[in-house]
């Protein structure tokens, strides 16, 4: 049976707010990645309840999350890193921005990490951001002041991002309260430091080891984020990975394939 009942909380050590589902089984958290949201797992998280706890973390500068100063791959694993034990370790999952942050958790805390499971992204620095940007801009020239209904900033949004999906998605983060809109994504911070959203933070891992546990990563067939040429970088941090690449998806292939990848998934974490 899919458990639907769901528990929101905000850690207050963390400042993370946190969606819990299920009640028995091993631990698994989600880790979204830039624009998204802990519910943009919600779909996936309920199938995989039905025999494991799961959190679905509103990473920081997103959703209901603290806004830090700046964004910082250390700063986001370690956050998120606070929400688990070495009692009760974790099978992680994370999507492109997620995904690094869960990669950097496993290595500074492996003691926390039963298994990893990366989506669509490498252990790399990504010199092309160009389209992140574009977004960026064009949430930010939304005059929020004027806007009326949701439908007014979709028409807006059009130009900058032709995509009706991606423009659906990023449009998710358009909230609505007390007779006012504001944006969930902390857009001024991530657009400033959108280079250390591409990279990877090399430097400040040099005391970290390999990590040991099975790591999984699942990329789409038509993504250019999982590379073969990426793939000496995720062997030296990642020893015990392999790669399943699923057809007719891009970079969202979790919500572009939501039932192979769920497949996909569950047998990884019931290997």
């Known amino acids: 049976m899919v458990l639907n009942r769901s528990r929101d909380v905000t850690a207050d050590d963390t400042g993370l707010h946190v969606t819990s589902l299920g009640e028995s089984g091993p631990l698994v958290a989600f880790c979204h990645g830039l624009f998204g949201q802990g519910k943009n797992w919600t779909t996936i998280a309920k199938a995989v309840a039905e025999d494991h706890r799961v959190l679905l973390v509103d990473m920081p500068h997103h959703g209901r999350s603290v806004w830090p100063e700046r964004f910082d791959y250390v700063d986001v ?28 958790l496993a290595l500074r805390h492996p003691e926390l990490v039963e298994r990893l499971c990366v989506v669509d992204i490498s252990p790399v620095d990504y010199q092309e951001r160009g389209e992140f940007g574009r977004y960026i801009e064009a949430m930010l020239a939304l005059d929020l ?127």
């Not at 991606?166 to 902390?186: D, E, K, M, Y």
Request: hydrophobic share 40%; charged share 25%; proline share 6%.
């Open 77 to 104: 694993a370690d956050r998120v890193a606070a929400l688990f034990s070495a009692d009760d370790r974790v099978q992680l999952v994370g999507h492109s921005m997620g995904g690094k942050a869960a990669m950097v």
């Open 145 to 271: 002041a004027d806007l009326e209904h949701r439908r007014d900033a979709d028409a807006a949004l059009t130009e900058a991002v032709p995509n009706p999906t991606v423009r659906s998605f990023l449009l998710q983060n358009l909230h609505h309260h007390a007779g006012r809109w504001t944006w969930r994504p902390n857009l001024e911070v991530l657009g400033r430091d959108l280079p250390v959203l591409g990279g990877w933070p090399e430097e400040q891992l040099v005391d970290c080891r390999p990590y040991d546990g099975p790591t999984l990563w699942v990329a789409g067939q038509t993504s250019p984020y999982v590379r073969d040429e990426y793939a000496t970088a995720m062997d030296r941090w990642f020893p015990r990975n392999r790669r399943v690449v699923i057809k007719g998806a891009g970079h969202w292939v979790h919500s572009e394939q939501p039932q192979v990848f769920t497949e996909v998934l569950r047998r990884f974490l019931a290997a």
